[in-house]
């Protein structure tokens, strides 16, 4: 499924979505929600979510951070461009997943979701009600431009993520039919209800293809107020939303304004934020978790500190690969490398030992490989024997270890050396050299925060040692954007999210389809064949211990092809905002639910405005 804010397969003949059913004709089921894994929670009928108040006040402003050099385009589903912080929330979707299940969606805009029994297409029929913020109905003639659109002009990530959609037809003006082709495929019916749907009658006017600095016309909970392009912009709540009593939208967006100021690097916008510019933050750097907050507005309760658990899969932090540059693309040289970053004094100088080292491409989930292949896991690998490297069936991935003490042990040092002297790279006038081409090894780790140059300076510092000329270079975000969709780099530092439903967004992810497209997310330029049979063996997987299996196959195969420097992942959220909000009593288990279910409470913000 879709990597969403919470995080976020396929099939037999029978129906394997486990939704409870509103009617049934023939081998047809119409329903409010679909599960890949599960009954959905919430019945028909249901009123709310379990983890927002209804009585939610609105109003207030919050005032929030974006990092760069800025935006220069407010429109988010096109390759060009850097779009603003928040833009998504002018737009709605077909259905939305709530914060406390992983793979289950609700109707938003579509009032029920009918699907036959072989999953072969999916019908969705439009809350009549539905509006564009212009007052004009929103109709199936919208959702169909809308597929075809983004996925012919769109960002390529659309042509692959529906790459599976044979058709989409207008069956009238608030039926809107989606037929599949190719294998069964689970994830296809629940995956169309997460597609934006964009006003038809808007952009038969303007090329969709080219940024813009016009406020789009949406049908969300917000629309664009004001902008000061590479400097801010603001969104006001829509009054007369007309997605604002439906069910999965009661207790949400609850804050009428919401304005963004940017800051060019992390180190300022903490300084931003201490000084009371802005409102909230969330801390991803364990040194300034630790250290940076400690001011007298902490203890005196007028900024609070929190850390709240999850149970969202970790992904993969890393450092990734560039296999598509010669000297990345024998995996001897890559698994060398490995052994020249020290996690463990990372983890004790530089993150307080906040962190659990990352050893899976599904980490902290079941999805997660572990041990050596066994049961349904090994029958799915045997016929790939051969084709993968043997260590997939005779030996349990690891990642090289250290003493903490800040000095590679020399056995690390050795077995890279022995390593790249395999893949014909050797040490020669204190350069490792190939042998046969007589290139120096030169890389470069591409960074889009300096607060990283910390972690990757011991890193360079440990490749010198092998006579490696590594260097680093911190750029904007505009620059780190294009260079990251044209695959223009080294070495990048980035996280591969995953839900606990994998399915068609892996073929972004890691097939030979996707390595030289721009913007997709195979950033290792992953060219496998095992790789691209496997992610089609876990989009095809007719049930969730097939997907189980299938999946921590796939993330086997990719370990041993050594694309990353693993990195590490902490199971929750460390967060930081000033006193001047409520929250529901009951937070989800996928997500804080910051700013959507909480509220400006005005007895706290008095009192902070009268103390700060």
Same mark, same amino acid.
Do not use: C
């Given at each position: 499924?879709?990597?969403?804010?919470?995080? #976020?397969?396929?099939?037999?003949?029978?129906?394997?979505?486990?939704?409870p /059913?509103?009617?049934? +004709?023939?081998?047809?089921?119409?329903?409010?929600?679909?599960?890949? /894994?599960?009954?959905?929670?919430?019945g028909?009928? !249901?009123?709310?979510?379990?983890?927002?108040?209804?009585?939610?006040?609105?109003?207030?402003?919050? $005032?929030?951070?974006?990092?760069?050099?800025?935006f220069d385009?407010?429109?988010?589903?096109?390759?060009?461009?850097?779009?603003?912080?928040?833009?998504?929330?002018?737009?709605?979707?077909?259905?939305?997943?709530?914060?406390?299940?992983?793979?289950?969606?609700?109707?938003?805009?579509?009032?029920?979701?009918?699907?036959p029994?072989?999953?072969?297409?999916?019908?969705f029929?439009?809350?009549? &009600?539905?509006?564009?913020?212009?007052?004009?109905?929103?109709?199936?003639?919208?959702?169909?431009?809308? !597929?075809?659109?983004?996925?012919?002009?769109?960002?390529?990530?659309?042509?692959?993520?529906?790459?599976?959609?044979?058709s989409?037809?207008a069956?009238?003006?608030?039926?809107?039919?989606?037929?599949?082709?190719?294998?069964?495929?689970?994830?296809?019916?629940?995956?169309?209800?997460?597609?934006?749907?964009?006003?038809?009658?808007?952009?038969?006017?303007?090329?969709?293809?080219?940024?813009?600095?016009?406020?789009?016309?949406?049908?969300?909970?917000?629309?664009?107020?004001?902008?000061?392009?590479?400097?801010?912009?603001?969104?006001?709540?829509v009054?007369d939303?007309?997605g604002?009593?439906?069910?999965? $939208?009661?207790?949400?967006?609850?804050?009428? #304004?919401?304005?963004?100021?940017?800051?060019?690097?992390?180190?300022?916008?903490?300084?931003?934020?201490?000084?009371?510019?802005?409102?909230?933050?969330?801390?991803?750097?364990?040194?300034?978790?630790?250290?940076?907050? $400690?001011?007298?507005?902490?203890?005196q309760?007028?900024?609070?500190?929190?850390?709240?658990?999850?149970e969202?899969?970790?992904?993969? *932090?890393?450092?990734?690969?560039?296999t598509?540059?010669?000297?990345?693309?024998?995996?001897?040289?890559?698994?060398a490398?490995?052994?020249?970053?020290?996690?463990?004094?990372?983890n004790?100088n530089?993150?307080?030992?906040?962190?659990?080292?990352?050893?899976?491409?599904?980490?902290?989930?079941?999805?997660?490989?572990?041990?050596?292949p066994?049961?349904?896991?090994?029958?799915?690998?045997?016929?790939?024997?051969?084709?993968?490297?043997? &260590?997939?069936?005779?030996? @349990?991935?690891?990642?090289?270890?250290?003493?903490?003490?800040?000095?590679?042990?020399?056995?690390?040092?050795?077995?890279?050396?022995?390593?790249?002297?395999?893949?014909?790279?050797?040490? *020669?006038?204190q350069?490792?050299?190939?042998t046969?081409?007589?290139?120096?090894? *030169?890389?470069?780790?591409?960074?889009?925060?300096?607060?990283?140059?910390?972690?990757?300076?011991?890193?360079?510092?440990?490749?010198?040692?092998?006579?490696?000329?590594a260097?680093?270079?911190?750029?904007?975000?505009?620059?780190?954007?294009?260079?990251?969709?044209?695959?223009?780099y080294?070495?990048?530092?980035?996280? +591969?999210?995953?839900?606990?439903?994998?399915?068609?967004?892996?073929?972004?992810?890691?097939?030979?389809?996707?390595?030289?497209?721009?913007?997709?997310? $195979?950033?290792?330029?992953?060219?496998?064949?095992?790789?691209?049979?496997?992610?089609?063996?876990?989009?095809?997987?007719?049930?969730? &211990?097939?997907?189980?299996?299938?999946?921590?196959?796939?993330?086997?195969?990719?370990l041993?092809?050594?694309?990353?420097?693993?990195?590490?992942? #902490?199971?929750?959220?460390? #967060? @930081?905002?000033?006193?001047?909000?409520?929250?529901?009593?009951?937070?989800?288990?996928?997500?804080?639910?910051?700013?959507?279910?909480?509220?400006?409470?005005?007895?706290?913000?008095?009192r902070?405005?009268?103390?700060?």
């Amino acid at each position: 499924m879709m990597r969403t804010a919470a995080y #976020i397969v396929a099939v037999t003949v029978v129906v394997l979505f486990a939704a409870p /059913v509103a009617f049934a +004709q023939g081998d047809t089921t119409t329903t409010h929600a679909l599960d890949l /894994v599960d009954e959905p929670k919430y019945g028909p009928g !249901f009123s709310r979510f379990d983890y927002v108040n209804p009585d939610a006040p609105k109003g207030g402003r919050l $005032n929030l951070a974006a990092i760069g050099t800025g935006f220069d385009n407010l429109h988010p589903f096109i390759l060009k461009g850097v779009s603003a912080a928040g833009s998504g929330l002018v737009y709605d979707t077909l259905t939305t997943q709530p914060m406390d299940e992983f793979s289950a969606e609700y109707g938003l805009l579509a009032e029920t979701i009918e699907v036959p029994a072989d999953n072969s297409w999916v019908q969705f029929t439009l809350r009549p &009600e539905a509006r564009w913020h212009d007052g004009v109905p929103l109709t199936a003639d919208d959702v169909v431009w809308s !597929f075809e659109i983004l996925t012919t002009q769109g960002h390529p990530f659309y042509g692959s993520y529906y790459g599976s959609v044979a058709s989409a037809e207008a069956i009238d003006d608030h039926t809107v039919k989606f037929t599949f082709s190719g294998e069964p495929n689970r994830e296809l019916p629940v995956i169309m209800g997460q597609l934006p749907i964009l006003p038809k009658h808007y952009w038969e006017e303007r090329d969709f293809t080219e940024t813009t600095l016009e406020p789009p016309l949406g049908s969300g909970p917000y629309k664009i107020k004001e902008l000061d392009p590479g400097r801010s912009i603001t969104y006001e709540r829509v009054e007369d939303y007309w997605g604002q009593d439906v069910p999965v $939208n009661v207790g949400h967006y609850n804050i009428d #304004i919401l304005h963004y100021d940017y800051y060019r690097d992390t180190t300022v916008a903490i300084e931003a934020f201490k000084a009371g510019e802005y409102d909230f933050r969330s801390e991803n750097i364990s040194k300034e978790w630790a250290t940076a907050y $400690n001011i007298p507005a902490l203890d005196q309760g007028l900024l609070i500190k929190e850390f709240i658990p999850h149970e969202n899969p970790a992904g993969m *932090q890393a450092f990734w690969f560039n296999t598509r540059r010669d000297k990345f693309a024998d995996r001897r040289v890559r698994e060398a490398l490995n052994y020249l970053f020290d996690f463990e004094w990372s983890n004790e100088n530089l993150f307080y030992n906040t962190y659990t080292r990352t050893t899976s491409y599904f980490a902290n989930s079941e999805l997660a490989s572990s041990g050596l292949p066994q049961g349904l896991e090994l029958e799915i690998l045997e016929p790939f024997r051969g084709r993968v490297p043997d &260590e997939v069936f005779s030996e @349990v991935f690891t990642v090289p270890q250290t003493d903490g003490s800040g000095t590679i042990p020399r056995e690390n040092l050795r077995a890279a050396r022995e390593l790249l002297a395999a893949a014909g790279w050797e040490v *020669q006038d204190q350069k490792l050299t190939n042998t046969a081409s007589g290139e120096v090894m *030169q890389l470069e780790f591409l960074l889009i925060s300096p607060s990283f140059e910390r972690v990757v300076a011991p890193v360079i510092q440990n490749m010198e040692r092998l006579g490696i000329e590594a260097t680093m270079r911190t750029v904007d975000t505009s620059q780190y954007v294009n260079r990251l969709d044209s695959f223009d780099y080294d070495i990048i530092v980035t996280t +591969q999210r995953q839900s606990v439903s994998p399915g068609n967004e892996q073929r972004d992810d890691w097939t030979t389809e996707y390595a030289d497209t721009p913007g997709s997310s $195979n950033w290792a330029g992953v060219r496998d064949p095992v790789v691209d049979e496997l992610v089609e063996l876990v989009i095809s997987a007719p049930d969730r &211990e097939t997907l189980i299996a299938t999946t921590r196959a796939l993330d086997r195969v990719l370990l041993w092809g050594h694309y990353t420097i693993p990195h590490w992942n #902490i199971p929750g959220f460390r #967060i @930081v905002y000033w006193n001047k909000f409520s929250r529901p009593e009951l937070l989800p288990s996928l997500s804080h639910g910051f700013p959507t279910i909480w509220w400006v409470d005005e007895a706290k913000l008095a009192r902070l405005e009268a103390e700060r």
